[in-house]
């Protein structure tokens, strides 16, 4: 797959663990992997470039997703 059609994902999660088993999945998959351990990170990702999808945890420290979601739909 050629990088200008390469779908892009943000994943945002404060878990190494998972960031690291997600990233070797949707590479595989042919996807760009772009991740973020915290919400203020990506939210300053989210002003750089434009994702085809984003998967997050529920909780990230002093937020959760449904905070998240909120903040981008303002």
């Known amino acids: 797959m050629r990088d200008s059609f390469m ?3 943000l994943h945002i999660d404060t878990s ?3 960031r690291k088993v997600l990233k070797q ?3 595989e998959m042919g996807f760009k ?3 973020s351990n915290d919400i ?3 939210f300053e990702l989210l002003e ?3 994702f085809n999808y984003i998967i997050t ?3 990230f420290g002093k937020y959760n997703a449904q ?3 909120e903040k981008l739909n303002k």
């Open 7 to 9: 779908a892009k994902l």
């Open 16 to 18: 190494d663990y998972y």
């Open 25 to 27: 999945i949707v590479r």
């Open 33 to 35: 992997y772009i991740q």
């Open 40 to 42: 203020d990170h990506a």
């Open 48 to 50: 750089k470039h434009d």
């Open 57 to 59: 945890s529920y909780h």
């Open 67 to 69: 905070d998240f979601i």
